[in-house]
């Protein structure tokens, strides 16, 4: 890729992975509402563990086998529609289902800004992995540039929403951030070696704080 091809591909993961871009990711938590109303998630320290276990046992894991998947199979209009299909089925809650089913058709939807033939190719119903993965490869974004944003937006939206939660203050949020770039790269590293086969969830309380929150009275988030 030339130079100037490098730096567009830049431009534009910064542009979809941007808090900014509009899929509504900010009023999500994926259980971690209801993990701090439970009192799973306590403070900073419970908050690390949180992220690092959903990032390499849990849903993120999976999330990130999906984006290098999808970003292989981006032209092939079938594995796409296989692949979303799985996605979806992997979802361990209601909630966890709507969120990446939304974000993925939202994702999709702002995507068009940048008209390309592979939002063609992905079906109606898309979970979020597999639609930032497959137009991230159309895009020409390198693989673990592309999955190591994504990780990072991840991993940033939960700290966000731990903040907002009151598990942590704004400067040990950054801390945490910051702590987790290594493990980051290490999940893009194994995820972008991945098959299908590495697919699995062994988080097992998020996933069940996740359910519990679908009858949460008092909320924040959606999720």
């Given at each position: 890729?030339?130079?100037?091809?490098?730096?567009?591909?830049?431009?534009?993961?910064?542009?979809?992975?941007?808090?900014?871009?509009?899929?509504?990711?900010?009023?999500?938590?994926?259980?971690?509402?209801?993990?701090?109303?439970?009192?799973?998630?306590?403070?900073?320290?419970?908050?690390?563990?949180?992220?690092?276990?959903?990032?390499?046992?849990?849903?993120?894991?999976?999330?990130?086998?999906?984006?290098?998947?999808?970003?292989?199979?981006?032209?092939?209009?079938?594995?796409?529609?296989?692949?979303?299909e799985l996605g979806l089925a992997l979802a361990?809650?209601?909630?966890?289902?709507?969120?990446?089913?939304?974000?993925?058709?939202?994702?999709?939807?702002?995507?068009?800004?940048?008209?390309?033939?592979?939002?063609?190719?992905?079906?109606?119903?898309?979970?979020?992995?597999?639609?930032?993965?497959a137009i991230a490869a159309a895009h020409a974004?390198?693989?673990?540039?592309?999955?190591?944003?994504?990780?990072?937006?991840?991993?940033?939206?939960?700290?966000?929403?731990?903040?907002?939660?009151?598990?942590?203050?704004?400067?040990?949020?950054?801390?945490i951030l910051a702590e987790r770039e290594p493990?980051?790269?290490?999940?893009?590293?194994?995820?972008?070696?991945?098959?299908?086969?590495?697919?699995?969830?062994?988080?097992?309380?998020?996933?069940?704080?996740?359910?519990?929150?679908?009858?949460?009275?008092?909320?924040?988030?959606?999720?």
């Amino acid at each position: 890729m030339g130079e100037g091809l490098q730096t567009q591909a830049l431009l534009r993961l910064m542009a979809w992975m941007s808090p900014a871009f509009p899929i509504g990711s900010f009023a999500w938590s994926g259980g971690l509402e209801r993990a701090v109303h439970d009192g799973l998630v306590k403070d900073a320290d419970d908050l690390v563990s949180w992220l690092d276990t959903i990032l390499g046992h849990g849903s993120l894991w999976n999330d990130a086998t999906l984006f290098a998947e999808a970003w292989r199979s981006h032209a092939d209009t079938e594995a796409i529609r296989e692949l979303s299909e799985l996605g979806l089925a992997l979802a361990g809650s209601g909630e966890r289902h709507f969120e990446t089913l939304s974000l993925g058709k939202a994702f999709a939807a702002a995507a068009t800004a940048w008209p390309h033939e592979v939002l063609g190719r992905l079906p109606q119903d898309v979970p979020f992995p597999v639609a930032v993965g497959a137009i991230a490869a159309a895009h020409a974004v390198p693989l673990e540039d592309a999955l190591a944003a994504f990780l990072h937006a991840a991993i940033s939206q939960a700290v966000s929403a731990g903040i907002r939660l009151g598990a942590c203050g704004q400067a040990q949020g950054l801390a945490i951030l910051a702590e987790r770039e290594p493990r980051i790269l290490d999940v893009c590293r194994r995820a972008s070696a991945s098959t299908l086969d590495a697919l699995g969830n062994a988080a097992i309380q998020a996933e069940i704080a996740s359910l519990k929150h679908e009858t949460q009275h008092s909320r924040l988030f959606r999720s």
